[in-house]
């Protein structure tokens, strides 16, 4: 130790004078400087001014094509508050969000329990539930409207066990079941991706020990793999949260937002009031209402989970 002590030279975190040296050089700021310049161009130039400018557009009455941009404040918002179909797409989203949250959880730890798990030929079937995840929302949309059908695929398969199949994609709530289940499988393969890879990241000398002491399967996974992988789980439901707000592929081709507004969600009236309606500065409103939701709940699921205490220890 002594030795080592003595190698160490106290000048030479003194700068001239014996005055203590200065974090970074001159040199090594501009050198970072260099090379964080051209991907903070490109940060400002497609995030960071497209924010700004929506943020504008959002106080004004554009329509999308006109020069001029009528500056009308927070108008926009005002109105959002008294829009009886904001409300009905806000309700819509949260419901849809909720569902595809929980199921996605649940989901993706069962598959990757299973794809964890010593089986012959695990490769193939981790290939098998990714498909979905690589396979085109369109699509998938569509297969899953064919097989809604009343004469499709699923009422065929319940008339042949004697039980008559309703109009699953005109009533209101069975049309937004279908819309979370179809989200759910697009996403499974993804999320169990997620979970198998914190599962095999886990400390295997723990479950070793807990199964000699004689704790069953359902055991460790409920007292020791839940709690364990508590970060993932919060990365899943903010991804799902995200993916609930800014659906808008799989509503318009399975449902259009229907019957009635029932899976309208909040993609689908931003997309309606900007493109349909033409009201640009609206349905960028509704855009920035969305954006600002998804942060406020990220950041409450961030609190409960218990992820910012955790991440200053």
Request: aromatic letters at 12%; hydrophobic letters at 50%; one cysteine or more.
């Amino acid at each position: 130790m002594t030795q080592l002590a003595s190698r160490v030279r106290p000048d030479r975190f003194r700068g001239r004078g014996g005055a203590p040296r200065a974090r970074y050089e001159r040199g090594e700021i501009l050198t970072a400087a260099a090379f964080l310049l051209p991907a903070l161009v490109v940060l400002g130039v497609f995030v960071i001014y497209p924010i700004i400018s929506a943020g504008y557009i959002s106080l004004t009455s554009w329509n999308g094509f006109s020069p001029v941009k009528e500056f009308i404040g927070l108008d926009n918002y005002a109105r959002l508050a008294q829009d009886p179909e904001f409300w009905n797409s806000l309700l819509v989203t949260c419901i849809y969000a909720a569902g595809v949250c929980l199921l996605s959880v649940a989901s993706g730890l069962v598959v990757a329990l299973l794809l964890d798990a010593p089986l012959r030929g695990r490769g193939f079937y981790r290939g098998v539930y990714f498909l979905p995840a690589v396979t085109s929302s369109v699509a998938a949309a569509i297969v899953w409207r064919y097989m809604l059908d009343p004469s499709g695929f699923v009422n065929t398969v319940l008339e042949g066990v004697g039980i008559q199949g309703p109009d699953w994609l005109q009533d209101r709530w069975l049309a937004l079941g279908a819309l979370t289940l179809l989200t759910v499988w697009k996403n499974v393969g993804f999320n169990a991706i997620l979970y198998l890879t914190a599962l095999q990241a886990l400390p295997e000398g723990v479950f070793e020990a807990a199964q000699i002491d004689g704790a069953s399967f359902a055991q460790r996974v409920r007292y020791m793999t839940v709690p364990l992988l508590k970060p993932m789980t919060f990365f899943v439901i903010v991804q799902a949260l995200i993916t609930s707000f800014q659906s808008f592929d799989l509503v318009y081709v399975l449902t259009g937002g229907g019957p009635q507004g029932g899976t309208e969600v909040l993609g689908m009236i931003m997309y309606r009031e900007a493109f349909r309606l033409s009201d640009f500065g609206y349905g960028t409103a509704i855009a920035f209402v969305t954006l600002f939701l998804v942060l406020g709940v990220t950041l409450v699921n961030w609190r409960a989970s218990g992820s910012g205490r955790s991440s200053l220890r």
